[in-house]
Every structure is written in C-alpha cells, then in structure tokens.
C-alpha cells in the first residue's frame, strides 16, 4: 500500500507561479512512476505530466515550457512546479503512484485557481 498526502496549490494570478507537492509513504519502494493530473470543473481529469523511477519526466502539450515535475527521494516527494499559469489551469491537481501489477493510488487533491 502506498499513501499520498498533497499541499500546496491555492490562488494566484495569471502569469503566477505554485507548487504542489505529494509526499508518499508506505510500500514506496514499488512505485514505478509518479504522474499528476487535474480535473476543471465539467471536463474530464486530463494527465500533466509524469516522472519514472529513472527520473525521466514526459509532459502534456498544454503544460510543456511552463510546468515542471520533480522529485526529492530523501523526502519521498515529488513536485509540480507550474510557471506563467493560465486560467485555463484553474482545476483541481491529483499525484498519482503507479506500482507493479498495475497498483495504483492517487492523492486527495488540491485546488489550484488562476484568476485572470
């Protein structure tokens, strides 16, 4: 099992900058990649970006340039870093872990909101 706590996230203005972040506990030793996603309002959640256990990272055309994911191993956590944000980012954001045996887990959520 594999728990995921998010903070960050909260208000800003366009052209702002947040980060959120997603500290993992448990069985983190099989997590394979962590990946993030957001949900706006009436839309389907979309995925943002994801990085592997290599440290690769892979993004969405929307967020590229602007969005980056990291990760600190000592802390367990990853990060997602967003630049020059738009409205159009205003959603709730989710970190998700996946593990072997297509063992998946997924945070609580944080809202982010960019005014414009």
């Known amino acids: 099992q594999v728990q995921l706590v998010q903070s960050g996230g909260g208000l800003v203005q366009a052209g702002g900058s947040l980060r959120l972040s997603c500290a993992a506990s448990g069985s983190i030793f099989s997590i394979n990649v962590m990946a993030w996603y957001r949900q706006a309002p009436g839309k389907q959640r979309e995925w943002v970006g994801l990085i592997n256990s290599g440290g690769t990272t892979t993004y969405a055309d929307s967020v590229k340039g602007r969005f980056t994911i990291s990760r600190d191993n000592a802390k367990n956590t990853v990060f997602l870093q967003m630049n020059s944000l738009k409205p159009e980012d205003t959603a709730v954001y989710y970190c998700?872990?996946?593990?072997?045996?297509?063992?998946?887990?997924w945070g609580q959520g944080t809202q982010v909101t960019v005014s414009s």
């Open positions: 998700r872990a996946v593990g072997p045996k297509a063992s998946d887990y």
